[in-house]
């Protein structure tokens, strides 16, 4: 908040001849008034804003039914977490049991598409870049892919079906 008072040059009061200096120790509250308002103005940061205003893409991106089952989505994946840490004894994914490959591929599938959808509903594709929710859910995605698909390939692709190819 700035701290102008009086109409002098720096919000101080102006000084007459001879007069001494005074010090201002309280804000004008006009001012900051002002300023809050001014703070209050300023729009509310929503990435649909970014979106193409007509089109597939940006339809299911906004809507609400696309939003919870993505919110849902991560609440199963976080649960799917926990109990394939604690239950999947393999060190890779080609050694694990298939509930535990199709879980993986799925959620890999769903966050794949999700930010797939995200991305073509932007109006400008470079204004992915300004929203930090998906700069982030990219790496995520990105890891897993690699984690999931891309290793899985290389490893298929290589002979090396278990974990001793991997530099244990």
Same mark, same amino acid.
């Given at each position: ?74 609440? &199963?994946?976080? @649960?799917?977490? !926990?109990?394939? +840490?604690?239950?999947? =004894? *393999? ?51 990105? &890891?897993?892919? @690699?984690?999931? !698909?891309?290793? +899985?390939?290389?490893? =298929? *692709? ?11």
């Amino acid at each position: 908040i700035n701290p102008k008072v009086g109409s002098g040059p720096g919000g101080e009061q102006p000084k007459k001849p001879g007069e001494k200096e005074r010090h201002v120790y309280f804000i004008n509250s006009e001012d900051m008034k002002e300023q809050v308002r001014q703070g209050l103005l300023r729009p509310v940061y929503n990435v649909a804003d970014f979106y193409h205003e007509t089109g597939l893409w940006q339809r299911i991106a906004r809507h609400q039914w696309f939003e919870y089952v993505t919110l849902s989505v991560i609440a &199963l994946n976080a @649960l799917w977490i !926990w109990i394939d +840490t604690d239950f999947n =004894l *393999a060190d890779v994914l080609l050694e694990a049991k298939p509930v535990f490959q199709w879980a993986d591929n799925l959620f890999c599938a769903y966050f794949t598409f999700e930010l797939f959808v995200r991305f073509r509903a932007f109006r400008r594709k470079r204004f992915c870049l300004r929203d930090a929710w998906f700069v982030f859910d990219s790496v995520l995605v990105l &890891l897993m892919v @690699l984690e999931t !698909w891309v290793m +899985t390939g290389v490893m =298929l *692709a290589t002979g090396v079906g278990g974990s001793a190819g991997l530099g244990n």
